[in-house]
C-alpha cells in the first residue's frame, strides 16, 4: 500500500507530507480527526510533557481512535527526526480506505489485536483478583463492569450475576462524588484515593477507600479504569467520634487546669473579704464559680449566633448529669445583652419555666459592686402554689467573650438547700460576693 501510494504522484502530492525532527503532527486536546499512516521516520507520543510511547515501524497507523469515535486527541505526537507520514483528512478516510482496503484491513487487525489483548488481560485479571483482599473492579471507557472480584461481591453485596450489565456508578451512594473523583485522577494523572459512599444491601450506608488508576493504549488513548476498594466504615466512625471527643475533651482539660489554678492560687474575685468563711462556704462559692465558667464556655458561642435549641439542651445536660444531689439552685434563666429572658430551665415542679422567655430583667436592681463575683437579686414571683408572689433570691453572672458583654447567667438559689448543706442565709450569700 505504501509503495502504491509513494509511486503514484498524483497520491503523493495529496497525501505524502514530511515533518523536521521537533515538528508536532498534533496535539493532545486537539479536535482534529484527521489519519496519520507512518512512511518512515521515528514518532514520539506525549501524555502532557511525559513521554508514554515511540513508533518506528512503517505502515503504523496513528490517530484512528479519534477518528472512528470523532472525540479529542489523546495525546501529542512529535517527530523525533525527519518523518514522512501519509495524513489523510478526515472527509477523504471513508474513500481512501475504499481505495486502499489494505488500510482498511490494518486498522481493523489493529482493534481486533487491541480487543484480544484487553479480553486476554480481563480473563487473567478475574482469577488473579479473586486472591486479592481489595475489592477489585475493571471497567471500560464507559464505565461497563467488566471484572468483578469475589472480595468486591463482599465489599458491595452484589454477585457478578447482577453488576455484569451496569456501571461502576451504581454501587455508590452518591455518583457525582464518584464522576468528580475519576475526573480528579485523570487531570492529576496519578493514582488518587479517597473515601466515598456505597449503600450495602444489608449493612447499609458503609465508606470505601477507593483507589483508581486510568487504564491507556499504546497512544495513550483511555482504555478502562482499575479501581480497588475498601471498607473503611470503622475507621470513619472512630474519627468521628475522636473529632467529638476532642472537642469535649480540649475545653475540659482547660478548665481544669483554671479550676486547678483558682483553687490553689486563688480565684482573683476569691482573695477579697474570705478570710472568715469556713469550709462549707468556700465550698459553695467555688461551686458557683466553677459551674459558672462551665456553662458559659458551653454557652458562649450558641449565644452569641442566637441559637436558643441548643442552650435549652446545655442547660438541661447542667441539671441532668453536671450537678449532684444537694443542688443549691433550682433553676438557670439566661439573659441577652438587653436583660430579656432568651432561655430559662428549672427542676422546681410546678415551674413553668418557659413563661418567663421574652421577661426583661432590666428593671430589676443588680446588688453588688462591679469587680463582685456576682451580684444579688431579689424579687417576688408567683407559681401554681403562691399566686400572690413568692420571694426569691439568685445569682448573675456576667457573660462576656473578647471583652464584649453577651449577657447574663442567672442561678435561682434553692435558700432552703443552702440552709440545710452550708449554713447560709440571703446575708451570707451576700457576702459570698466579695
Not at 410546678?350 to 462591679?370: K, M, V
Request: glycine share 8%.
Amino acid at each position: 500500500m505504501l509503495d502504491e501510494i509513494i509511486n503514484n504522484e498524483t497520491l503523493r502530492n495529496r497525501y505524502l507530507k514530511s515533518f523536521r525532527k521537533g515538528d508536532v503532527l498534533f496535539l493532545e486536546g486537539d479536535d482534529s480527526q484527521d489519519l496519520y499512516i507512518l512512511v518512515s521516520g521515528h514518532l514520539e507520543i506525549f501524555k502532557g510533557d511525559k513521554k508514554i510511547s515511540e513508533i518506528t515501524d512503517p505502515g503504523a497507523v496513528l490517530g484512528e481512535a479519534a477518528f472512528l469515535l470523532g472525540a479529542r486527541r489523546t495525546a501529542t505526537v512529535k517527530a523525533e527526526e525527519s518523518v514522512q507520514v501519509l495524513r489523510i483528512p478526515k472527509n477523504e478516510v471513508n474513500r481512501f480506505l475504499a481505495d486502499f482496503p489494505s488500510a482498511a484491513q490494518k486498522i481493523g487487525e489493529l482493534m481486533a489485536r487491541r480487543l484480544d489483548e484487553s479480553s486476554q488481560v480481563v480473563y487473567g485479571l478475574r482469577h488473579i483478583c479473586d486472591k486479592l483482599p481489595d475489592a477489585v473492579i475493571l471497567t471500560d471507557r464507559d464505565g461497563k463492569i467488566l471484572a468483578w472480584n469475589v472480595a468486591a461481591e463482599k465489599l458491595y453485596g452484589r454477585d457478578w450475576h447482577q453488576m455484569k450489565t451496569g456501571t461502576v456508578e451504581d454501587i455508590y451512594e452518591e455518583p457525582r462524588a464518584y464522576k468528580d473523583f475519576l475526573e480528579d485522577v485523570q487531570s492529576q494523572e496519578s493514582v488518587s484515593e479517597r473515601v466515598l459512599k456505597i449503600r450495602h444491601p444489608e449493612k447499609g450506608v458503609r465508606f470505601v477507600s477507593t483507589s483508581t488508576s486510568i487504564l491507556y493504549d499504546g497512544q495513550h488513548n483511555t482504555q478502562g479504569v482499575l479501581s480497588l476498594g475498601r471498607d473503611v466504615t470503622a475507621f470513619q466512625k472512630m474519627e468521628r467520634r475522636y473529632r467529638r471527643a476532642r472537642l469535649w475533651i480540649i475545653p475540659t482539660l482547660v478548665l481544669f487546669f483554671l479550676l486547678g489554678g483558682a483553687v490553689f492560687f486563688g480565684y482573683p474575685y476569691f482573695s477579697k473579704g474570705v478570710q472568715t468563711m469556713d469550709l462549707r462556704k468556700q465550698e459553695l462559692r467555688n461551686l458557683m464559680a466553677k459551674d459558672f465558667l462551665l456553662l458559659k464556655s458551653l454557652l458562649a458561642e450558641p449565644v452569641s449566633v442566637g441559637n436558643r435549641e441548643k442552650t435549652r439542651e446545655i442547660l438541661k445536660d447542667f441539671f441532668r448529669v453536671q450537678v449532684a444531689e444537694g443542688c443549691p439552685y433550682h433553676g438557670v434563666v439566661l439573659l441577652d445583652r438587653e436583660k430579656k429572658v432568651f432561655e430559662s430551665v428549672s427542676i422546681k415542679p410546678g415551674i413553668e419555666a418557659g413563661s418567663l422567655i421574652g421577661n426583661s430583667y432590666a428593671g430589676l436592681p443588680f446588688q453588688g459592686r462591679e469587680e463582685s463575683l456576682f451580684r444579688i437579686l431579689v424579687l417576688y414571683r408567683a407559681d401554681k402554689s403562691h399566686p400572690m408572689g413568692q420571694k426569691g433570691v439568685e445569682a448573675a453572672f456576667e457573660m462576656e467573650k473578647e471583652g464584649q458583654s453577651l449577657g447574663w447567667l442567672i442561678f435561682q438559689m434553692d435558700m432552703q438547700c443552702l440552709e440545710d448543706n452550708y449554713e447560709i442565709d440571703e446575708e451570707g450569700l451576700k457576702r459570698l460576693q466579695a
